[in-house]
């Protein structure tokens, strides 16, 4: 099993839309949860931190669930430019950070 | 400007002809690490290190070597290089804590 899971997709959605993406770990002592952007051959960059209370930045909602050791993403009024994968990122007590393999979203008009 | 910069962002070599791809940081973080990238398997970690003089093996760590002897660079040297390391190099860096890890745009590698 690996330690991070994620659906690899593709999520075909239209602009507008609200789309959510789960993922699962598998270390109960993972301490810190991020979800990263990257664009095709590109670098991956941070979307946004995930806290235990949950948060939100303009569109995007985080979302933690310690017991059932999963995190989400919802994006709400999906953009054209939304279209990207999703990495979902676990980092446990001794730095360890470990990565799912991606959702790959595709906004359609 | 704060930035992690690798080179050579493109390389085609040949089985056996040793290699390396630098890594430096100008934003003084402790720690670096060195990812892999293929199809269908995400980022998988090569090495990392906590700090100078201390590097630790990642999740695949065969047929790759490092070291860190200053701060800012964290060169990855493949010593004899195999087509099954054909793939989308990472360097990244972060401050201690980890928390957000800065990437470098990437060295994409093909081995003949």
């Known amino acids: 099993r690996k330690e991070v899971e994620q659906d690899p997709g593709p999520f075909n959605v239209p602009e507008g839309a609200t789309v959510a993406f789960n993922c699962t770990y598998s270390n109960s002592a993972s301490q810190s949860f991020f979800w990263y952007r990257q664009d095709c051959r590109k670098e991956p960059k941070l979307l946004m931190s995930v806290y235990s209370s949950g948060n939100e930045d303009g569109r995007f909602t985080a979302q933690l669930n310690r017991a059932s050791q999963y995190i989400s993403l919802l994006i709400r009024d999906s953009k054209l430019s939304d279209s990207a994968t999703y990495l979902c990122v676990v980092n446990s007590l001794n730095n360890d950070m470990r990565f799912g393999a991606g959702t790959r979203l595709t906004v359609k008009p | ?112």
């Open chain 2, 1 to 112: 400007e704060a930035q992690v910069t690798q080179n050579p962002r493109y390389l085609i070599t040949v089985t056996g002809k040793k290699l390396t791809v630098t890594c430096s940081q100008n934003m003084n973080h402790e720690y670096m690490s060195w990812y892999r990238q293929d199809p269908g398997l995400g980022l998988r970690q090569i090495y990392y290190s906590m700090n100078v003089e201390v590097t630790d093996k990642g999740d695949v760590p065969e047929g790759y070597k490092v070291s860190r002897k200053e701060k800012r660079n964290f060169p990855l040297i493949l010593e004899s290089p195999s087509p099954n390391q054909t793939s989308l190099y990472f360097c990244a860096s972060s401050p201690l804590p980890v928390g957000e890890l800065f990437f470098g745009e990437g060295s994409r590698l093909t081995v003949l």
